[in-house]
């Protein structure tokens, strides 16, 4: 008897004062937020040269860097002789035959993607900075494939420059603000259709043999406008607006057009689009063909169409050149095609080929195409499993090979594979669990390699062909020494299973010792959005470190994957089509009985926070779940499905008219009434062109007429990212002392 309570208390000794603690730094906000002490590096900011075995790096006093793979003591130096204006660049690319740089200087952004800047070319035989346009600044400029000339956007009207004879021309005249918009995206195509692995939609092209320029038209007369108010000191606030399209709203009208250098005319305009399609994609062929991809609205049906100039059609009616098409590959799904799936479309140089992904067998693989439809040959696939590739990194024609990223061997880890472009086996190039990420030099030779894992920061180094390294770049040395100086703990994976059997993957991160005799509070990480992982076995130094903090502080941080989320297949991902929120909010509670019934666990007091998608699914759960969440903050929640885009939403839910019910059960605004207490923090930018200010104050209104107590933080002139001028320690002060308060 007297043994059991010495050694019980001994334990509890051991539990409340471990020796390690008393060295442990204790991590703040400022060390989060403010001198975002624990972020890694991911590697120099860099391209490989066309010859594979060199690569150029800038540095921040406007002088580039090039560097030997093989060679670090043969680095040299190249000082640029750049203008007052273009110094301190942030954006650098070669032409073609590496003779000039375009850089990039004077950014201010537009929305997520899209900036306005300065351009400048530099040319290396005369040593001269010349600017691409001085009337203003311009957005998505470009070498043509010779370099002898640049294309460029200005006030919505597409420009093409003379490199040799410093001559610029007007190809449209037709731009207008909010009406016309030819070269780059409109508001829902930069933020619905833009590549996942980085870089804003493209909507000018040039043909491989620079003869012509392939752009699109946004007809956007018929969009709504949605308004922005901006406080900044002024008697009157100023207001601005732009086109958003909402759900069932009217969308821009597309058309793609063909511009020749040779007559300096337009070719024609292609046929083959409807009112209501999509255009997310242009591409060329290695021969010169154009191709259109058409997506309808309801999203569920993409084409391939190759342009046919040669047999333009010119209408005396409305004076137009139409080019007829014809279809080169259909994709069709029940519930909709993911337009990732053409970011993966490769047109092979032997003319014969092309490369495109499907999850036609249940999950995103790679098949190898004919560009003859009638060919007997037929459709190959490339990769083959149940595991979803999630990246394609290029192909090395020369060797047959090509290479590509997949979720494996689990869906919480990515490896780098080398394909096999005849349909042989693929090979396994990174071994270690973990996220592995590359970059291949043009001749695949070398690759820059990055690694990490849940616990370890990133490492990026130059590796060959067989993933040996040959340079290393950063190991993060700092950050794994600081881990230490503040005890930072393990991110713990664990799975559980759903009533149906399923079983969903999540991570947590608790005290480093357990004190046996006290109950943990629990705060949830979501984000929970279509195809989106928040549970990866990959580092996270931002939002990490205040991860971190919180468990310093007592709490235990988790993250789950509900359904709907990435990389465990097409049926998995899509499972919550036409009731987007349903199944995610089921989950969600699901995984906090589980936890809450965890011994160490106190199931009175589990909290949940998410921004965006996350901010909703938070709030949903705070509501549908309130017998079993205590507190909830969102940042930047969509409150209501029909206030958001028309093609992110329809895509997920078809049209209001198509899916009232879904619509309304799984719009958190009709739920309101089933708040308890006062536990609910709301945050948002009043300037959000993404998630609206008008979700907020909706679900307020909403919250007030049902007589709930709640808590605000507007953030005015801040978009959907809320950042800037100390914005972020600023929110995160108050998330923090929200947990602390209500957990």
């Not at 590096?41 to 406007?62: M, V």
């Not at 801040?718 to 308060?741: P, Q, S």
């Amino acid at each position: 008897m007297k043994k059991s309570a010495a050694v019980a208390l001994a334990m509890f000794c051991f539990a409340t004062f471990p020796l390690s603690l008393f060295a442990q730094k204790s991590i703040t906000l400022d060390d989060c937020f403010t001198f975002y002490k624990f972020y890694p590096q991911t590697g120099d900011n860099f391209q490989y040269l066309k010859d594979g075995r060199h690569y150029a790096e800038a540095d921040h006093d406007g002088n580039l860097h090039i560097h030997d793979v093989l060679n670090a003591k043969s680095d040299s130096l190249i000082l640029l002789k750049l203008s007052d204006k273009a110094r301190g660049f942030d954006q650098f690319e070669f032409s073609e035959d590496e003779t000039k740089l375009l850089i990039r200087a004077g950014t201010e952004p537009v929305y997520r993607h899209s900036v306005l800047a300065n351009y400048f070319v530099y040319d290396f035989k005369t040593g001269k900075t010349e600017p691409v346009f001085e009337q203003g600044k311009q957005q998505f400029v470009s070498f043509s494939p010779d370099g002898t000339n640049v294309d460029f956007v200005f006030e919505n009207n597409l420009f093409l420059k003379d490199l040799k004879t410093n001559t610029t021309t007007q190809i449209t005249q037709d731009g207008i603000k909010n009406k016309v918009i030819n070269g780059l995206p409109d508001w829902v195509y930069e933020e619905e259709f833009s590549p996942v692995d980085g870089g804003g939609m493209v909507a000018t092209r040039w043909s491989p043999d620079g003869t012509m320029l392939a752009f699109i038209r946004f007809d956007e007369t018929a969009v709504p406008e949605m308004s922005l108010t901006w406080y900044e000191g002024g008697v009157y606030p100023m207001r601005s607006s732009f086109k958003y399209p909402k759900v069932g709203q009217a969308n821009s009208t597309v058309s793609v057009h063909l511009y020749e250098l040779s007559t300096k005319s337009m070719i024609g305009k292609l046929m083959g689009l409807e009112v209501d399609d999509y255009c997310p994609r242009i591409n060329w062929t290695e021969d010169n063909q154009l191709i259109m991809t058409r997506l309808n609205r309801r999203q569920d049906t993409l084409d391939l169409l190759v342009a046919l100039p040669e047999r333009t059609i010119y209408e005396q009616e409305d004076q137009t050149n139409w080019i007829p098409t014809r279809l080169l590959l259909e994709e069709t799904d029940p519930a909709y095609v993911d337009i990732e799936l053409d970011n993966h479309l490769v047109f092979l140089k032997d003319k014969r080929h092309f490369l495109w992904m499907s999850e036609r067998s249940g999950w995103q693989q790679i098949y190898r195409y004919e560009m003859n439809p009638a060919a007997a040959e037929g459709i190959v696939a490339l990769t083959k499993g149940n595991f979803d590739v999630t990246a394609f990194y290029g192909v090395d024609e020369k060797n047959g090979k090509f290479y590509f990223q997949a979720a494996t061997p689990t869906p919480l880890d990515r490896q780098i594979w080398e394909g096999d472009l005849n349909g042989g086996d693929a090979r396994l190039l990174t071994q270690p669990a973990g996220t592995h990420e590359a970059a291949f030099s043009p001749t695949f030779d070398y690759f820059t390699h990055v690694w990490s894992n849940a616990n370890t920061p990133q490492e990026v180094n130059i590796c060959d062909r067989n993933n040996d390294i040959i340079r290393a770049l950063n190991k993060n040395e700092r950050i794994r020494k600081l881990r230490q100086e503040y005890g930072f703990v393990q991110k713990e994976f664990f799975q559980f299973p759903l009533a149906d059997g399923t079983f969903l993957n999540g991570w947590m991160m608790r005290p480093a010792v357990l004190d046996t005799l006290k109950k943990y509070p629990i705060l949830f990480d979501i984000y929970g959005g279509p195809g989106v992982q928040t549970v990866q076995n990959q580092y996270d130094g931002y939002i990490g470190s205040w991860h971190q903090m919180l468990v310093q502080k007592g709490y235990v941080v988790v993250s789950v994957d509900n359904r709907g989320t990435g990389a465990r297949g097409r049926d998995f991902k899509k499972c919550t089509q036409l009731q987007l929120g349903k199944l995610e909010t089921e989950d969600q509670i699901a995984a906090a009985n589980f936890l809450g019934s965890q011994s160490w666990a106190d199931s009175s007091r589990i909290g949940i926070w998410g921004w965006s998608f996350g901010g909703y699914l938070s709030t949903s759960c705070i509501l549908k779940g309130a017998d079993r969440f205590k507190m909830a903050m969102a940042v930047a929640p969509a409150t209501n499905w029909k206030w958001y885009d028309s093609a992110y939403t329809e895509r997920y839910m078809r049209s209001t008219k198509d899916n009232e019910k879904g619509y309304e059960e799984n719009s958190p605004i009709n739920f309101a009434k089933r708040l308890r207490g006062d536990n609910y923090l709301i945050c948002h930018g009043m300037a959000d062109d993404n998630v609206h200010w008008q979700q907020a104050v909706e679900m307020i209104d909403a919250l007030i007429k049902a007589n709930k107590q709640f808590e605000t933080y507007y953030y005015p002139n801040r978009n959907h990212g809320i950042d800037g001028d100390n914005v972020t320690m600023h929110l995160f002060t108050k998330l923090t002392n929200f947990v602390l308060e209500k957990l």
